[in-house]
C-alpha cells in the first residue's frame, strides 16, 4: 500500500470539509475517511510487513506500531466528536460563547482541521526524512491550535495561543537540530533520510550527532509535553473539546515521541546510544516526578489527566533510556496509554457535559447520577492507575522490573515514589467525584450512545491487552523494541 | 616623511580649530534663511575675552580658577597624540589611544570640577548630564578604537589609524560604516550638538554643556570656547581619518584635503543641527546605547569573520 | 557575506533597541530580505542554487509576513509602543551580549577547520537567541510573533550556513508552515484584541495551577 495515500486522502477530504455546508454529509465523509484510514493502517500494518522504499515516507516496526493506534484513537474521537456536536447542538457547552458571523460554520472548521489533523500525524509517524518529519511536525500544530480554540471563550484562546506559541518555538529549535543532523552527514539531500543516515552511521560526525539529538529532543520534547517543557500541555488540554484533548494525548505525544526515537535510532549505531538514552531517563524521571506532584491536589479534573499524560509520557521516555527490555515496555505503553487516556479524556468530555463544570470538587455521585457515565470514569481511573487487569500494569511493571534489573536502585525509587503520588492524587480527585450522593436536584439525563461507545471500546480494548497481547502485535512491540533499544536480552 | 612634517597637523588645529563653529553657524543661518555672523566670529571673541578681566564668584574658590587651564592644556595634548592628514601624530607611543581617551576624560573632569565649585545648582545639573552622557559615550570612542586596533593589529593610536586605507574599505565596508555613523554620533554628543544638546540654547534646563560654563568669563571663558573648538577639531580628525583614508602621496596634497574634509564635516554638522530637533534628554542615553551597540557589532562580527 | 552577515547582525540590535511595532516589523522585513540574499549569495559569488530559496524566502519573510503583520497591527486597537519588562539600553546591552555568546561559541566550535563561515553561524545563533529574548521580555501578543519570526530567521540563517541542499519542495513545507504559523497567530492577535481589549499576553494568567487550594475561575464564566 502506498503509505502517501495516509496522509492525502485525510488531507483533501479536510480541505473539502470546510467548504460542505451539510452537516450530515460532511459527517459522513469524515467518518468514512477514519474508518477508511483504520481499516488501512491495520492492513499495514499487519505482518509481513511490506517496506516501501520511499525517501519520503515509508513504512517500519515503528510505524506498524503506532499508525494503527492513531488510527484506532482517531476513529473513537471522530465518533464521539459527532456524538459531541450533535448534544452541542441540543444544549451547547458551558465554555462556547454566542456564534457570531463565521465564513465557514464551526463545525466545518472543527471537522475540516480535525482530518487535517489526522493528515499531519500520519504524516510524522509515516515520514522517514528528517527534513519532511519537520514540516509534518509542525502542520500538526498548526492543524490543532484552531480545534483547541475551538469554544472560542478567553480561556480557550489563552490556552491555542500558549500551545501555538510554545510548541512553535520548540519546534524551531528542533529545526536546527535537523540542520545538525545535516551537518553530522554531509549536508545533502539523500542523506537526511533514516535508512541514509543508518548506511553511514561510521563516518557521521558524533559532535554535531550528539547536538543535534539535545535539539531535537528539546524542540520535539516540548511538543511531546516532557517536564519541564510541557508548560502548554495541561492548558491546552484542559481548554480543548474533549475529543481533541483525547487525541493530542493519546495520538500526538506518540506521535513527537515517535520523531524523537528517529534520531535516537540514528544514535544508536553511531555509538552515542548511552549518551541519548542518559538524556531519556534523565527526562522521563524529571517529567514523572514533577506531574506527580502536580496532579496533588489539582483542582480540575482535564488538568490532571493532562499532567497524568505528562507522567505518562515520562514513563515512556524512562523506558526507551533503558535499553532493549525497558523499550519493550514503553511501546507496550504507549499503546496502553493512549487507549486509556483517551477513553478517560471521553470520559470527562461527558462529564463535563454533564455537570458544565471542569471543577473536580464541584461534583459528586457520577456514579449515581448516571451509571454508564460513573462506570467509565472509574475504570478510567482503574486503568490509568496501572491496576492488574488492564495492560497498563503490565507495561508499567516491565519499565519497574527493567530498571530493578539494571540495578537503578535511586531511579526505580523515584518511579514507585511517583506513580504513587500519581496514584493517590488521582484517586482524591477520582473517587471523590464517582462515589458519594448526587445532589438531589440534579437530574438524569441520558447520554447519547455516540458518546458512550468508542470510550466503552478503547476501555475494552486497554483491559484486553492487559489479558492477552496477540501474536502479531508481540512481535511488532519486539522489532520496534529492537530498533529503539538495540538486541532483545 | 620628514618629523617637522608631523607637526603641521595639530599646528593646523590650533590655528583653524575656531574656523569650525564658525562654518557651523553660517550653515545653520543660511538653513534659516539669514545672513549669520561672520565666519572669523570664534576669533573675534577670543581675542576680545582675552582682553577682558575676570570676574569671580564669592562661591568658587580655586578649583574654578584652575580648571580651564587644566582643560585646555589637556585637549592640547590630546590634540597632538591625534595622527592628522594621513601623518603620524608628533607623539606616539604604544597604546596612546588610551591616554588620548583619558585626556578627553581629565579636560572633562576639570570643567564638571569647576561647574561644580561654583555652588550653582543650574551648573551642577549640566555637570551631571555631562558626567552621565559621557559615561555612555565613551565606550563608543573605545570600542571603536579596539575594532581598528583588532583591525590593523597594533595598538599606537597613529598605527591604528594609519592602516585604515581605500582597502579596508572595500573589505569590510558594512563594519566601518558602522563605525562611521557610531562615531558621528559621537562627535555630535561629545561637543554638545544638537540633537543631543543644543549650543543655542537659552534655556538653562535643557543645556548640558553652556550650562557648566556659564559662571567663567573673561580670558578663562575663553580659554573653555578654545577647548571646546579643540575637541571638535579632535573629533572631526579621527573621523576623517576613518572615511577619508588619506594614502600618503605627499604632506602638500594631504593638508589641503584634510583641511577641506574638516570643513565639510563642520558643514554636515551644521546640516544636521538645521534639519534635526533636539532629542527629549530622556531618549539621549538610547542614542548613545545604539551608537556604543552599531561599533560592538562591528567588533563582534570582526571578531566572528577572523 | 560579510556585509550581509553584518547587517543581518545589526537588524537583530535594532530590533531589540527599537521601541515602536511598525519600525520593529519593518526591520524583520529587512531581516527577511537579507536572509535571502545570504542564500542567493553564498560564500563566495551568486549561488544559482540558492535561487529558488532565496526568492521564496524573500518573498514571505520579506514581504508577505511583514505585510500581513502590519495589517494585524493597523486593524488592533493596541498601542503602538511596545511595552517591555526590560528596557530598550538594557535590552540591547543584553543583545551585544548575546552576541558576543554567539562569536564565543561559534568559535569554540572550530567552524572554519569543516568549511563553515563561522561569521553567518555567529549571526544564526545570535537571532536565535534575540528572538526568544523577545518573546521573553516583550508582552504584547505581536511581539511575541515577531519574535518567533527571528527565532525562525536564525534558524534558517543557520540552514544557509550549513550548506543544507533541502530539495525546493521541503523548502516550500517550511515556509509554508512558517507562513500559516504567522497568518494563525495574527488572526489570534485579532481576536485576543477583541476579547481581552488588549493584546499583552502577560495577562494572560487565567489559565495556571491553583495547587494552593484556591478555586480556579468556573469554567462556565463563558457562559453570557
Known amino acids: 500500500m502506498n503509505p502517501w495515500l495516509f496522509v492525502w486522502i485525510p488531507a483533501i477530504a479536510g480541505c473539502m470539509a470546510y467548504f460542505i455546508s451539510n ?16 481499516i488501512g493502517s ?92 519537520w514540516v509534518v511536525i509542525e502542520a500538526t500544530t498548526l492543524a490543532s491550535a484552531p480545534l483547541i480554540y475551538y469554544h472560542r471563550s478567553r480561556h480557550s484562546l489563552e490556552a491555542a495561543w500558549k500551545y501555538l506559541m510554545i510548541c512553535s518555538v520548540g519546534i524551531a529549535l528542533a529545526l536546527l537540530g535537523v540542520f545538525c543532523l545535516a551537518l553530522a552527514g554531509s549536508g545533502a539531500i539523500e542523506t537526511l ?35 519541564p517543557l510541557h508548560t502548554w500541555l495541561p492548558d491546552a488540554h484542559s481548554e480543548a473539546p474533549s475529543p481533541v484533548s483525547a487525541l493530542l494525548s493519546g495520538a500526538l505525544l506518540n506521535c513527537a515521541f515517535l520523531s524523537i526515537l528517529r534520531v535516537h535510532q540514528v544514535c544508536l549505531p553511531c555509538g552515542i546510544g548511552d549518551f541519548s538514552r542518559d538524556l531519556f531517563t534523565l527526562f522521563g524521571l524529571v517529567s514523572m516526578g514533577l506531574a506527580g506532584i502536580f496532579i496533588l491536589h489539582q483542582p480540575e479534573y482535564k488538568r490532571m489527566l493532562a499532567y497524568s499524560s505528562v507522567e505518562h509520557m515520562g514513563i515512556l521516555s524512562l523506558g526507551v533510556g533503558l535499553g532493549a527490555a525497558g523499550a519493550y515496555g514503553s511501546m507496550l505503553h504507549a499503546l496502553n496509554h493512549s487507549l486509556v487516556k483517551a477513553m478517560l479524556f471521553m470520559a470527562a468530555g461527558n462529564i463535563l457535559w454533564m455537570y458544565r463544570t471542569k471543577t473536580a470538587s464541584a461534583i ?45 536502585w535511586l531511579a526505580a525509587a523515584i518511579y514507585t515514589l511517583s506513580l504513587l503520588t500519581a496514584f493517590v492524587g488521582m484517586a482524591s480527585i477520582m473517587l471523590r467525584m464517582a462515589l458519594g450522593d448526587p445532589n438531589p436536584t440534579e437530574t438524569r439525563e441520558k447520554l447519547d450512545p455516540l458518546c458512550i461507545a468508542p470510550p466503552l471500546i478503547l476501555g475494552f480494548l486497554a483491559l484486553g491487552l492487559g489479558v492477552f497481547i496477540p501474536r502479531d502485535l508481540h512481535l511488532t512491540l519486539i522489532q520496534a523494541a529492537q530498533a529503539i533499544g538495540g538486541f532483545m536480552p | 616623511m620628514t618629523p617637522s612634517t608631523m607637526w603641521i597637523g595639530p599646528l593646523c588645529g590650533l590655528l583653524f580649530a575656531p574656523l569650525l563653529p564658525g562654518v557651523i553657524n553660517r550653515v545653520k543661518a543660511f538653513f534659516a534663511g539669514r545672513r549669520g555672523q561672520p565666519i572669523l566670529q570664534a576669533y573675534h571673541d577670543l581675542f576680545k575675552l582675552v582682553r577682558k578681566g575676570v570676574v569671580y564668584s564669592e562661591t568658587s574658590g580655586g578649583v574654578f580658577r584652575f580648571a580651564p587651564y587644566l582643560t585646555l592644556s589637556a585637549v592640547i595634548l590630546a590634540l597632538f597624540l591625534m595622527p592628522m592628514s594621513g601623518m603620524r601624530a608628533p607623539l606616539s607611543f604604544q597604546g596612546d589611544f588610551l591616554l588620548m581617551v583619558y585626556l578627553l576624560g581629565i579636560a572633562r573632569f576639570a570643567m564638571v570640577l569647576a561647574a561644580l565649585d561654583t555652588g550653582s545648582s543650574f551648573e551642577g545639573m549640566g555637570a551631571s548630564r555631562e558626567v552621565q552622557f559621557s559615561a555612555l559615550a565613551e565606550p563608543c570612542l573605545l570600542v571603536g578604537l579596539l575594532f581598528l586596533s583588532a583591525h590593523s593589529g597594533r595598538v599606537g593610536l597613529s598605527d591604528i589609524l594609519g592602516r585604515i586605507t581605500a582597502g579596508s574599505w572595500q573589505d569590510m565596508p558594512a563594519m566601518l560604516a558602522l563605525l562611521g555613523s557610531a562615531w558621528f554620533i559621537l562627535l555630535l554628543a561629545e561637543n554638545a550638538r544638537i540633537p543631543v544638546d543644543d549650543p543655542n540654547t537659552h534655556l538653562e534646563l535643557t543645556m548640558i554643556h553652556e550650562v557648566m560654563i556659564l559662571d567663567t568669563s573673561g580670558p578663562d571663558f575663553g580659554a573653555m570656547l578654545y577647548a571646546a573648538a579643540l575637541k571638535l577639531w579632535i573629533f572631526g580628525a579621527l573621523l576623517l581619518n576613518l572615511i577619508l ?14 583641511v577641506i574634509g574638516m570643513l565639510s564635516i563642520a558643514v554636515t554638522v551644521g546640516v544636521v543641527e538645521s534639519i534635526m530637533a533636539r532629542l527629549r534628554l530622556l531618549m539621549v542615553p538610547k542614542l548613545l546605547i545604539g551608537a556604543t551597540a552599531l561599533v560592538t557589532t562591528a567588533l563582534i562580527m570582526k571578531m566572528a569573520v577572523r | 557575506m560579510t556585509t550581509l552577515t553584518v547587517l543581518l547582525a545589526l537588524t537583530g540590535v535594532l530590533l531589540l533597541g527599537s521601541s515602536r511595532l511598525s519600525i520593529s516589523i519593518r526591520l524583520v522585513a529587512i531581516q527577511g530580505f ?22 521564496s524566502g524573500m518573498l514571505v519573510k520579506g514581504i508577505v509576513l511583514p505585510w500581513l503583520l502590519l495589517f494585524v497591527l493597523k486593524q488592533s486597537g493596541a498601542r503602538r509602543e511596545i511595552e517591555p519588562f526590560i528596557g530598550f539600553g538594557a535590552s540591547m546591552l ?37 528572538g526568544l529574548f523577545l518573546i521573553i521580555t516583550r508582552r504584547k501578543a505581536i511581539t511575541q510573533t515577531l519574535g518567533y519570526l527571528i527565532m525562525e530567521n536564525g534558524v534558517y540563517a543557520l540552514g544557509v550556513g550549513a550548506g543544507t541542499e533541502f530539495s525546493f519542495l521541503l523548502e516550500i513545507g517550511v515556509l509554508l508552515d512558517v507562513f500559516v504559523g504567522v497568518f494563525l497567530m495574527g488572526i489570534m492577535i485579532f481576536r485576543i484584541d477583541r476579547e481581552f481589549e488588549h493584546i499583552d499576553t502577560d495577562r494572560f494568567i487565567e489559565l495556571r495551577d491553583t495547587a494552593s487550594g484556591k478555586l480556579p475561575v468556573e469554567a462556565g464564566e463563558g457562559v453570557r
Open chain 1, 23 to 38: 452537516d450530515a454529509l460532511r459527517r459522513t465523509l469524515w467518518l468514512s475517511v477514519a474508518f477508511l484510514h483504520l
Open chain 1, 42 to 133: 491495520l492492513f499495514a500494518a499487519s505482518p509481513p510487513l511490506t517496506l516501501f522504499p520511499g525517501a519520503w515516507f515509508g513504512f517500519d516496526s515503528l510505524t506498524a506500531l503506532f499508525l494503527p493506534i492513531t488510527s484506532i484513537l482517531f476513529l473513537g474521537a471522530s465518533v464521539y466528536g459527532v456524538g459531541a456536536l450533535r448534544r452541542d447542538a441540543r444544549m451547547p457547552h458551558p465554555d462556547r460563547l454566542p456564534r457570531r458571523s463565521f465564513r465557514f460554520s464551526p463545525e466545518a472548521i472543527f471537522s475540516g482541521c480535525m482530518l487535517l489533523f489526522l493528515a499531519s500525524m500520519s504524516g510524522v509517524i509515516l515520514s522517514r526524512h528528517f527534513g519532511l518529519q
Open chain 1, 193 to 227: 533520510t533514516i535508512e541514509g543516515m543508518l548506511e553511514r552511521a561510521g563516518v557521521l560526525k558524533t559532535a554535531w550527532l550528539k547536538l543535534a539529538f539535545i535539539f531535537i529532543l528539546i524542540g520535539y520534547g516540548t511538543k511531546m509535553g516532557l517536564a
Open chain 1, 364 to 408: 459528586r455521585g457520577i456514579l449515581r447520577r448516571n451509571p454508564t457515565a460513573g462506570a467509565l470514569w472509574l475504570g478510567g481511573f482503574i486503568a490509568i492507575a496501572g491496576s492488574p487487569p488492564f495492560g497498563t500494569f503490565l507495561s508499567e511493571f516491565i519499565v519497574l522490573r527493567t530498571l530493578l534489573d539494571q540495578s537503578r
Open chain 2, 245 to 258: 583614508p588619506l594614502g600618503p602621496p605627499s604632506p602638500w596634497v594631504q593638508i589641503p584635503f584634510f
Open chain 3, 34 to 55: 537579507l536572509l535571502g540574499m545570504t542564500a542567493l549569495w553564498g560564500e563566495s559569488g551568486f549561488h544559482a542554487a540558492g535561487l529558488s530559496s532565496g526568492l
Open chain 3, 94 to 130: 543584553i543583545g551585544l551580549l548575546l552576541m558576543g555568546l554567539s562569536a564565543w561559541i561559534a568559535w569554540r566550535m572550530q567552524l572554519v577547520e569543516q568549511g563553515l563561515s563561522p561569521a553567518l553561524f555567529t549571526v544564526a545563533l545570535d537571532l536565535m537567541l534575540v
